[in-house]
């Protein structure tokens, strides 16, 4: 059976963290273009650990797949996709050629023959260096008579194109993206010369790199493609990103604070740590993508667009108090607005992930109303701590505990907890908080392996606060925040209002291998109404605009997610006196944020975005990209004159102003952190907004009581 104290939910780690000691990217020697690759060849272990992959997978995962055809159709399919997902490398012969293997890659996985998986990954890497040697030649030959009056364009979206038949119609499109590559650089500010040797500079680190890999590296490749056909949160890791996830895994970090993945050549940014020098900077966002990196405050910007994502993790982490400079993409820039930012690294405390509390007060018709507001970043516990029975020992539970009885006593008319971008922690904690709001009862179901359920309960009959509440969610609440936030909501407890969560509702475990380790996903969870978190999240009572992508933020965004199901409910349906008032609260909600200058402006950016997202092309021609990039900046100018003139601000002659003033504009605020972090010269909208629908609830309950003692 499972145990509650077994779980510690870590959702968003889809990639490296960004932490710990430094070390240096060794000198890599130049190797000429043209130079022929040397095919890889597997090593006797990687057999004997496929069988053990194989074994895991076959009969411990939670979904209990068959490794047949049909499997191994799926495998060769994410292998590509993997290694080129734009269809910019490889051949249709090559193509062709692999379709060999498409139903007998299953019994090459129970033989642990990697000679299929190898030879792919050859041809792949031979493709690379081909696509790299011709860049570099056009660097040295052609680039200087490319013609930038031309009206050509660039199809961006490459995902479904057909695969290229011959040399020359990838040499086309490798024309095509360097000369954008060229003017993105150019608009940049940066000189011809410069541009060229930036290029060169960085297409032979590239192709250094592709003759520098190493049979590990082809095997993880390959062994990943077969394990996302099981799950995308299920993975195998060599042993040396084994050490880089136990880093991750650790309390006691150094570096940033940052997780990364690596997406086509770039490096992105998936989550920020609470508490870490990245989230405490503000100048780092999920989505942002990492190009350059620089150490100290002069150091060179070491160009890292194609680099391995454990080398870039390598340049990043350090010691605490030394500076790293990144040079980053925003993730709502065009794509060619780059620029550096600083950061110190430091350490990563248990104290400032810690929750914490404050007052807003609202106006309520002529009454002042004073709401207690507690932020969880994320849901913590000192296992020493609790283990040598200290009596000082920190959890999320002790901790918000505390902060109501103080907010009690402070005299609040209500409370608020924000769990935005909570991405999760300790299930335990997120059991023991419910238990805060709730009688005795059972907080989240685990559905495991052979449909086996166990109900995962609260067992304090204590309520220590049964006053009005809210609970404030996010794209980036996950794991431990839907349970906590799917219980509130199932026992009509409190309102939920914000954005649609993640959907991470999967547990997963390590198990060691002979080389590195397997973290498989054994269980899955499911609401105390029998509906699962997993793909869906849980869905507030009244919703928020939102500058998050579900297509790119979130379980459903990512590919073989496990599905939303339901299953038996834990407890019979009591009476909920908050479902009659949601059409109403909906009602009050839209009527109230149809003029406000915060969310006219964050809907008004989300169009933005989503126009400049949808673009399938981009133009080579440099007098149109020019005038597209000013229309751009204007626009965003425009927008937030009109949210400052509303609010009677200062107005900004460029966009430059704002952030030479450390000033922040809330749609980048609900992108990363809530205002009350980021600008306290400013009110959260967000955060406010989330105030007054608690009040219209409890005085339309308090209309309901009245109307009731009149009856009666």
């Known amino acids: 059976m499972f145990s509650q104290k077994q779980y510690i939910l870590r959702p968003l780690c889809t990639g490296l963290l960004a932490m710990f000691s430094m070390a240096s990217v060794a000198t890599i020697p130049d190797i000429a273009p043209g130079t022929p690759f040397t095919p890889l060849q597997p090593a006797q272990e990687h057999a004997v650990t496929t069988q053990q992959i194989m074994s895991n997978l076959l009969r411990g995962h939670y979904e209990r797949k068959r490794l047949d055809n049909a499997m191994s159709s799926q495998v060769l399919d994410t292998l590509l996709d993997d290694i080129d997902s734009t269809r910019s490398y490889m051949l249709a012969s090559d193509i062709a050629e692999f379709e060999q293997y498409r139903t007998s890659l299953d019994e090459a996985l129970s033989r642990g023959n990697m000679a299929p998986a190898f030879s792919i990954y050859n041809r792949f890497e031979q493709r690379v260096a081909e696509r790299l040697s011709f860049l570099l030649n056009e660097?040295?030959?052609?680039?200087?008579?490319?013609?930038?009056?031309?009206?050509?364009?660039?199809?961006?979206?490459?995902?479904?194109?057909p695969w290229a038949t011959t040399a020359a119609e990838l040499d086309e499109l490798w024309r095509k993206r360097l000369k954008n590559s060229i003017l993105n650089l150019k608009l940049a500010g940066k000189e011809q010369d410069d541009i060229i040797k930036l290029l060169t500079r960085r297409y032979q680190n590239q192709l250094n790199r592709v003759y520098l890999s190493k049979p590990e590296d082809a095997y993880q490749t390959f062994m990943n493609a077969v394990t996302r056909t099981f799950d995308p949160h299920t993975q195998y890791f060599s042993p040396r990103n084994s050490e880089n996830f136990n880093i991750n895994m650790s309390l006691s970090l150094q570096g940033i604070g940052a997780v990364l993945q690596t997406e086509d050549e770039h490096t992105k940014v998936v989550r920020l740590v609470p508490g870490g020098p990245a989230a405490k900077a503000n100048n780092l966002s999920p989505a942002d993508k990492i190009v350059g990196v620089g150490q100290d405050a002069d150091g060179e910007i070491v160009d890292v667009i194609g680099w391995r994502l454990d080398e870039v993790v390598d340049l990043i982490r350090g010691a605490s108090g030394t500076t790293v400079r990144l040079e980053i993409l925003p993730a709502d820039s065009s794509g060619s607005d780059s620029k550096v930012i600083s950061i110190v690294r430091d350490e990563v405390k248990l104290e400032e992930q810690s929750a914490q509390k404050e007052v807003i007060e609202l106006k309520d018709g002529d009454k002042t109303r004073r709401i207690g507001v507690i932020d969880i970043p994320t849901f913590y516990i000192d296992f020493q701590g609790r283990m040598e029975n200290r009596p000082d020992y920190k959890s999320t539970t002790r901790d918000v505990r505390k902060l109501i009885t103080e907010l009690k006593e402070e005299g609040i008319d209500g409370l608020i907890i924000d769990l935005r971008n909570n991405g999760g922690g300790s299930l335990e904690e997120a059991i023991d908080l419910t238990g805060l709001f709730i009688p005795t009862g059972p907080v989240v179901q685990v559905r495991g392996i052979r449909d086996r359920v166990e109900v995962l309960q609260d067992q304090d009959p204590e309520v220590l606060y049964d006053g009005p509440m809210t609970v404030l969610v996010n794209r980036l609440s996950a794991s431990a925040s839907e349970i906590f936030a799917g219980a509130i909501q199932d026992y009509g407890r409190g309102l939920i209002v914000g954005g649609q969560t993640f959907g991470k509702g999967t547990v997963q475990s390590l198990r060691p291998l002979t080389q590195g380790q397997l973290k498989i996903t054994q269980a899955k969870f499911y609401r105390v109404s029998g509906d699962s978190t997993q793909h869906q999240g849980v869905i507030p009572d009244v919703l928020f605009p939102s500058l998050f992508d579900k297509e790119k933020i979130g379980e459903s965004a990512l590919k073989a997610a496990l599905p939303w199901d339901t299953i038996q409910p834990a407890r019979k349906a009591g009476i909920n006196t908050i479902t009659p008032t949601l059409p109403h609260l909906r009602e009050l909600h839209d009527a109230r944020i149809e003029h406000n200058p915060d969310f006219l402006f964050l809907r008004e950016q989300k169009e933005m975005i989503t126009e400049m997202r949808d673009k399938t092309e981009v133009s080579l021609n440099e007098e149109v990209r020019k005038k597209e990039r000013e229309a751009n900046d204007e626009r965003r100018l425009s927008l937030e004159n009109k949210r400052r003139k509303a609010k009677g601000m200062e107005l900004l002659t460029a966009l430059d102003d704002a952030a030479s003033n450390g000033e922040e504009t809330p749609?980048?605020?609900?992108?990363?952190?809530?205002?009350?972090?980021?600008?306290?010269?400013?009110?959260?909208?967000?955060?406010?907004?989330?105030?007054?629908?608690?009040?219209?609830?409890e005085h339309m309950t308090q209309g309901a009581m009245t109307a009731q003692r009149l009856d009666n």
Do not use: C, F, M
């Open 139 to 161: 660097l040295s030959n052609h680039v200087k008579d490319y013609n930038y009056k031309q009206d050509e364009t660039l199809e961006l979206d490459r995902e479904d194109a």
């Open 667 to 697: 749609a980048k605020a609900d992108a990363d952190k809530s205002d009350e972090t980021k600008k306290p010269e400013e009110e959260d909208a967000i955060l406010e907004e989330a105030g007054y629908i608690l009040l219209d609830y």
